[in-house]
């Protein structure tokens, strides 16, 4: 294959309609805070989304920093090893403790049994991921924090349009954060947002990504730069009318996926997920059965141009800045989980040729 193929590959919307946009900014003159149209996609993807309180963010890096800030948490927060860096990192730069619970085997996320496991007097909350868009066990996490007194902050950088039970998967928990970034099914080139149904974390948010900014010279408190441009907000305001239909392309893209990998023969395993769950179909990951397999698949590939990518790996509990906890699930699956390219515009005949890769491979 001559074409790179890439694991994912940013959509992109008519150009003449960003332009449109374009101009209007160039009228205002205004480019950021709290813009027209930073307000404008706000409202329309709590419309959307379905949630209460919705605050357009840089990315969706500091809307972890801003979560656990509004929270004020302290001490230890359990977490997930398998879920990409920032879900630790940003633990780690506000000052607290990761503690990780290991994953659940099936699904690949954070296992309920495991955090009670985890649990001690200096637990202040739960960052759980819901990996690949799958939504974690939400009942009983949310059980478990009501028992222990928990906050709960959901990583749903992967979960833009995931419903849960015909919920959105956004409304559970105490705040719940997004990406944007240019890899996403939902993107802003750059950016995230910080998602919450309670008013008084919301408007601590609110002044947070601000600055702490209360008027010109007065500060409600500690903030940081978290703002978006309106030039990152019209990309949003341009896809956002068009997700549905995104959505249901890479639902094609799955099935075909799923109807010609010979997954049994090879021995690869997909996670599962409920029947209650409404997927958004943003990533094709697959279970390979050992590091050498995997290995094996990203060689052969890569020889022909085609670049699947190690998601998520390595573990986190073994990254260095913290401390070594096992995990010994999640270090099995990080060292065998492989996402195959899925993205808009991703035709069909590629995946019908990774597909015969794969197979013929084994």
């Known amino acids: 294959m001559n074409k790179k193929i890439l694991v994912t590959r940013p959509y992109l919307p008519d150009i003449n309609l960003y332009i449109e946009y374009l101009r209007g900014i160039w009228d205002r003159n205004q480019l950021t805070n709290n813009g027209p149209l930073v307000l404008e996609l706000e409202e329309k993807l709590k419309s959307y989304l379905n949630v209460k309180h919705l605050f357009f963010v840089s990315n969706g890096t500091i809307a972890l920093q801003i979560a656990i800030k509004a929270l004020e948490l302290n001490g230890e927060i359990i977490t997930t090893p398998f879920s990409y860096v920032a879900t630790t990192s940003s633990i780690v730069w506000e ?7 290991d994953i659940d085997i099936n699904t ?30 939400v009942d009983e996490l949310n059980e478990i924090s009501k028992k222990y007194n928990l906050k709960v902050i959901y990583d749903a950088a992967h979960a833009f349009g995931t419903k849960y039970k015909q919920k959105s998967v956004l409304e559970y928990g105490d705040i719940s954060t997004l990406s944007f970034h240019s890899t996403k099914l939902f993107h802003t080139i750059e950016g995230g947002a910080i998602i919450t149904n309670d008013d008084e974390i919301a408007h601590r948010i609110s002044f947070m990504r601000s600055f702490g900014h209360n008027g010109p010279d007065k500060y409600w408190g500690i903030g940081i730069n978290g703002k978006n441009s309106e030039l990152h907000a019209t990309m949003g305001l341009c896809l956002l009318p068009q997700v549905d ?23 690869i395993e997909r996670p599962k997920k409920s029947d209650e769950v409404t997927s958004n179909y943003s990533y094709y990951p697959i279970i390979m059965p050992d590091e050498d397999s995997l290995l094996k698949v990203v060689e052969y590939l890569n020889s022909r141009n085609i670049f699947p990518r190690r998601y998520f790996n390595p573990s986190l509990n073994t990254l260095q800045y913290v401390e ?13 989980a492989l996402c195959l390219p899925i993205y808009n515009g991703l035709e069909k005949s590629t995946i019908e040729y990774i597909a015969h890769l794969i197979n013929t491979l084994f």
């Open 95 to 101: 000052g607290c403790t990761p503690v990780f619970a």
């Open 108 to 137: 690949c996320n954070i296992s309920p049994q495991k955090v009670i496991e985890k649990i001690t007097p200096r637990t202040s909350a739960v960052l759980a991921t819901h990996v690949y868009g799958n939504p974690c066990q």
């Open 245 to 267: 239909a995104l959505i249901a392309e890479r639902k094609c893209l799955h099935i075909l996926y799923d109807t010609l990998i010979n997954f049994k023969s090879i021995g």
């Open 324 to 336: 070594f906890q096992p995990a010994k699930i999640s270090e099995s699956i990080s060292k065998r």
